[in-house]
């Protein structure tokens, strides 16, 4: 291969790149393996000639839906096997993603926040990938049944089932505004932080759900607790836990307000708000240390 082709290959995939990214993110729910998925699809396409590629787009897409399902179906027995809910790794998004803030584009900030790719676990991978390459990226069923190996008449069907189960499963997204969440997050962690119980019920939904995602590996709550009482309650105890040595950082992850757990420096924990009507609905613990080791690596996504 000469080098100006290797040059050219490198091109397109790096222009490309964060929509690549996005699309192996949303189908697998881990930044970790995302990475793996983008760089053994490097490798295939350092391998392909460029002259036979009519949509260097659609072909790369294609190319990384591939290699996302075949790494989401080795990880079927895995996951059947963890301990405790599985939680997608926290997203934390780079502030400039190509001129455009992500959180301006509200399809692209719902497509990755908490609330959808839990909704996106439930799906079988197929679905998951025809869900997200026709309803977040908006390819043709024709360019998507390359992708999962279907015909375009049964990518139209998948699409349809897909689409259902989403809605009636997904709760309303708002897109949140960034100051105003650092405010919010930094306003409730006081609250926690003194024993403001009346505070914490103040912003906390009735219904309050808190999932926390810790593989058996620390200490976490190994079920969904409901209720702001209970919530409320439980996030005190957190706030509490390390003494002095402990500190909370505000954050934005997955389009949404988060808290950031720190004792002596190291990171313990990731939890994301989701709001809905200015209270706060469900709250996603990362505890899980397999998946915190890449999340102060910032990631730009589009599509």
């Known amino acids: 291969m000469t080098g ?6 490198a091109e397109r995939f790096t222009h490309l790149r964060p929509l690549l990214f996005t699309i192996a993110y949303e189908i697998l729910g881990t930044a970790t ?6 760089q053994d699809s490097y490798l295939r396409w350092a391998q392909v000639d460029l002259d036979e590629v009519q949509d260097t787009k659609a072909y790369l897409a294609q190319l990384v839906t591939r290699q996302s399902l075949n790494a ?10 963890y301990v405790g809910p599985w939680l997608p790794e926290p997203l934390l998004l780079a502030e400039s993603l190509g001129g455009k803030d992500a959180a301006a584009d509200v399809v692209l900030a719902e497509s990755v926040s908490m609330a959808m790719m839990v909704v996106l676990e439930t799906l079988t991978p197929d679905e998951r990938a025809v869900f997200v390459l026709r309803e977040v990226f908006g390819f043709e069923h024709n360019e998507i049944a390359s992708a999962v190996g279907k015909s375009a008449a049964a990518v139209r069907q998948i699409a349809h089932r897909a689409r259902e189960h989403v809605h009636a499963r997904r709760k309303r997204f708002e897109p949140v505004d960034p100051e105003q969440s650092v405010e919010l997050t930094n306003q409730f962690f006081l609250a926690a ?4 119980m009346d505070q914490l019920m103040e912003m906390l939904a009735p219904d309050v759900v808190w999932t926390a995602d810790s593989a058996g590996k620390v200490s976490a709550a190994r079920r969904p607790v409901v209720g702001a009482a209970k919530v409320a309650k439980l996030v005190m105890g957190l706030s509490r836990l390390g003494g002095p040595s402990a500190r909370v950082e505000p954050a934005m992850y997955n389009s949404a ?3 950031v757990l720190y004792l002596d420096d190291h990171l313990e924990g990731v939890i994301t ?15 899980n240390p397999d998946k915190l080791v890449n999340v102060a690596v910032p990631r730009q996504i589009s599509r």
């Open 273 to 287: 708000a989701e709001l809905v009507d200015g209270k706060i609905v469900h709250l996603y613990a990362m505890r």
């Open 257 to 259: 307000p988060a808290l």
């Open 193 to 196: 932080a003194t024993g403001d």
């Open 4 to 9: 100006s082709g290797t040059e050219e290959h």
């Open 72 to 81: 989401l179906r080795a990880a079927a027995r895995r996951r059947e096997e």
């Open 33 to 38: 393996e995302s990475d793996d998925v983008l």
